[in-house]
C-alpha cells in the first residue's frame, strides 16, 4: 500500500514541477508586471518585483541557483492581489506559480529534515 502512495505522491510532485517549467517558460521577463506590483512600488529591487521572482524561480529550477532561506523569502514576500497577473500580456500565472514554489520547497524541507 505505500507503493502506491509513494506513486501518487510521485506524481503529483511530477505534475506541481510540470506547472512550474510551464508557466515560468511562457515568462519572457518583459517586465509589464512590475509597475503594477505594490511590493515592487515599495521595495524597488528587482527581487522583489514579479519579473525577478520568476527569473529566481527558473534559475533555481535549472540548476543554475541553489534554494535557500533567502529566495524563499523574497518570493513569500507577495500579496497574491493578482494585479501582476492581470497586467501580463503572455498569461503568467504568477500565483499559481509562487504559492506552487513554496509549497515545493517547503515539502522539500520537511522531507530533508526526516532524513
Known amino acids: 500500500m505505500r507503493y502506491l502512495t509513494d506513486r501518487k505522491a510521485v506524481k503529483k510532485f511530477k505534475k506541481e514541477i510540470k506547472l512550474l517549467n510551464d508557466q515560468t517558460a511562457i515568462c519572457t521577463l518583459c517586465g509589464s508586471c512590475n509597475s503594477s506590483c505594490p511590493v515592487y512600488e515599495i521595495e524597488l529591487t528587482e527581487p522583489n518585483s514579479p519579473r525577478g521572482k520568476i527569473n529566481l524561480i527558473k534559475e533555481v529550477m535549472a540548476g543554475h541557483l541553489s534554494e535557500s532561506q533567502q529566495i524563499k523569502e523574497l518570493i513569500s514576500v507577495c500579496l497574491f492581489c493578482g494585479y501582476c497577473q492581470d497586467s501580463c500580456s503572455k498569461g503568467v500565472d504568477f500565483r499559481a506559480v509562487f504559492t506552487g514554489y513554496l509549497s ?8 530533508n529534515n526526516l532524513d
Open 104 to 111: 515545493l520547497v517547503d515539502r522539500l524541507d520537511v522531507d
